[in-house]
């Protein structure tokens, strides 16, 4: 099976995170939390699409 180079070091630097926070799932959160903050100026958030309108059949 293909190994990926990129998604191998993605899941090493999470486990090297998931280990600072020791395995706690709470810290984890809190620590993603605290860098979604500190880059806010860089995230994108898009507003949602409006729905679409349905031809009634008939």
């Not at 630097?13 to 959160?29: F, H, L, S, T, W």
């Amino acid at each position: 099976m293909f190994q990926d180079p990129i998604i191998k070091e993605i899941r090493k630097v999470r486990r090297e995170i998931e280990a600072e926070c020791q395995n706690d799932p709470g810290k984890y959160y809190e620590h993603i939390q605290k860098l979604q903050e500190s880059y806010k100026d860089r995230l994108v958030r898009h507003k949602p699409k409006p729905a679409l309108k349905l031809a009634k059949a008939g």
